[in-house]
């Protein structure tokens, strides 16, 4: 069977000149002078557009969850599994 609609090079190739990849734009942060890319909040300093959008200050210790206490708590071995374990 033979491909009716087939493309030649030339085609092809100006098809496919399109498909090249880009370069990042970068611009700088006017605040800090980092680079930042284009329509993102700066992480250096954590500004967009002249706000604070991200606070970069250090913040405190999080308290663990019920959750990730409960699977701590699972995972160490028992008092008397240790007992045990020094006899033998």
């Known amino acids: 069977?033979?491909?009716r609609m087939r493309h030649n090079r030339s085609?092809?190739?100006?098809?496919?000149?399109?498909?090249?990849?880009?370069?990042?734009?970068?611009?700088?942060?006017?605040d800090c002078?980092?680079?930042v890319m284009r329509h993102q909040a700066c992480s250096n300093c954590g500004?967009?557009?002249g706000r604070v959008v991200i606070n970069l200050e250090k913040k405190p210790k999080a308290?663990?969850?019920?959750?990730?206490?409960?699977?701590e708590k699972a995972t160490k071995p028992k008092k008397s599994e240790k007992k045990t374990e020094d006899k033998k």
């Open 63 to 71: 308290v663990k969850t019920a959750k990730v206490a409960k699977a």
């Open 1 to 3: 069977m033979v491909n």
């Open 47 to 49: 500004k967009y557009r």
């Open 33 to 35: 002078n980092s680079p």
């Open 11 to 30: 085609q092809r190739g100006s098809t496919r000149s399109h498909h090249a990849l880009k370069g990042i734009a970068l611009t700088k942060c006017p």
